[in-house]
């Protein structure tokens, strides 16, 4: 059964992601969350300690949505050829350009990020990306194994950065003059193509 303040965390939670989406970190005030959760400022305190340690839970399941699923299924990627195993991490990247309305909301939070960055994201971003990171780093490694750290990690932030143009400007994509379509045999086409493309990028050594 769940417990009376374990669902008020949740919809403290549900509108601080809201708000925060549509304006920012330093647009959303915690009056506009509580009215919207409909709670007393006494619980933002109680449950997140205030305002940046909310942002910071709404930033952490952000980041852990778009990357858990990758990191579950690492073991996997390590039984696969590289070719196959880059292409996979890619396409499971891109998946969330499937979703909907959560997903929309997490981009535009770290699109605020983009063009605003908070102190907040800046101490979470180290300790919420290491794992990812490291993942992507592993893959660079079977194509680049004599890559010293430095090569690697920017190696790994381009292999990133190749799918994240797509994830955080779908909606601007989805609209004319593009108009790209996104379903499931969308990203299976597009996962191929970029995958295609980072392989010849990092040279196909062997």
Request: hydrophobic letters at 45%; charged letters at 25%; aromatic letters at 8%.
């Amino acid at each position: 059964m769940t417990r009376p303040s374990e669902v008020t965390r949740e919809r403290i939670m549900k509108a601080a992601e809201r708000l925060f989406a549509e304006r920012g970190y330093d647009g959303t005030s915690v009056r506009a969350i509580v009215t919207k959760a409909r709670v007393n400022q006494a619980a933002i305190n109680y449950h997140f300690d205030g305002k940046d340690g909310l942002y910071r839970e709404v930033l952490r399941a952000a980041f852990r949505a778009l990357t858990e699923n990758q990191l579950k299924h690492a073991q996997e990627l390590g039984a696969m050829s590289r070719e196959q195993a880059l292409t996979e991490f890619i396409r499971r990247q891109l998946h969330p350009l499937m979703a909907r309305d959560e997903y929309s909301r997490h981009m535009r939070i770290f699109n605020w990020e983009t063009v605003r960055p908070t102190p907040v994201f800046r101490s979470l971003l180290s300790e919420e990306a290491a794992p990812f990171m490291g993942l992507s780093a592993d893959l660079v490694r079977r194509f680049l194994p004599e890559a010293d750290h430095r090569t690697l990690m920017v190696a790994s932030i381009w292999l990133i950065g190749q799918c994240n143009v797509f994830l955080r400007n779908r909606e601007q994509l989805a609209q004319p003059p593009i108009g790209l379509v996104v379903d499931e045999d969308a990203v299976g086409w597009l996962a191929e193509l970029i995958g295609r493309w980072v392989i010849g990028g990092l040279g196909g050594h062997p």
